[in-house]
């Protein structure tokens, strides 16, 4: 089965720093990736998806991902954190049939000001 | 607007007390799929549908029951819930299940405490 690991379950960096968030997939499979985002008592909101149309992926505000096939590793960025990105942000894979989401535990990203 | 509608946002019931939670599409998704959130454990799905009259297994579908009778409603059914399934569950749609990158779509969330 498809998995994502996620490490780090809490992340905290100041306002205007990098913002690095990591993903690793298991898969056998070239694997159809995704990142959503979820702020306090809402939904989860796409953020990005990868296609294979290219590594690097770009997303809504300001975040991107890139897909490293030697690292088995989606992991998310962001130039500099603003004070709204503070939210858990997850990854997820589909199933080889294309039925099944599967989410990693998330990170809670913290932005001290 | 697009969106995944679920009802209500908070329920507290009692072990034993059949409820339902109801979750509505107006984007005429085909794939219907509800998800529990909980600590430390990410999102685990329950039940998914692929289109009306067929639902399927996910990874944790003890306890819970799901019809699809019409393509925009898939409601989700405790029938006799335990304390074990406090937890924060999420009802998504999905355009085109066949397609591997067609994202979901999710609702706000329904917080259920069984006491």
């Known amino acids: 089965a498809q998995s994502v690991t996620q490490l780090g379950s809490h992340v905290s960096v100041s306002e205007g720093a990098l913002v690095l968030l990591r993903c690793n997939y298991s898969?056998?499979?070239?694997?159809?990736l995704f990142w959503y985002v979820q702020y306090p008592n809402q939904g989860l909101q796409l953020l990005l998806k990868y296609t294979s149309a290219a590594t690097l992926v770009k997303g809504i505000n300001g975040f991107e991902a890139e897909f490293k096939k030697s690292e088995t590793s989606f992991h998310l960025t962001k130039p500099s954190a603003h004070m709204s990105d503070a939210a858990e942000y997850f990854c997820?894979?589909?199933?080889?049939?294309?039925?099944?989401?599967?989410f990693g535990t998330g990170t809670s990203l913290t932005v001290i000001p | 607007e697009a969106q995944v509608t679920q009802n209500p946002r908070y329920l507290i019931t009692v072990t034993g007390k059949k409820l339902t939670v109801t979750c509505s599409q107006n984007?005429?998704?085909?794939?219907m799929s509800w998800y529990r959130q909980d600590p430390g454990l990410g999102l685990r799905q329950i039940y998914y549908s692929m289109n009306v009259e067929v639902t399927d297994k996910g990874d944790v579908p003890e306890g819970y029951k799901v019809s699809r009778k019409e393509k925009r409603n898939f409601p989700l059914i405790l029938e006799s819930p335990s304390p074990n399934q406090t937890s924060l569950y999420f009802c998504a749609s999905r355009a085109t299940p066949g397609v591997y990158n067609s994202p979901l779509h999710f609702g706000n969330g329904t917080r259920l405490t069984v006491t």
């Open positions: 984007m005429n998704h085909e794939y």
């Open positions: 898969s056998s499979v070239p694997p159809y």
């Open positions: 997820a894979v589909t199933s080889n049939t294309g039925n099944q989401f599967y």
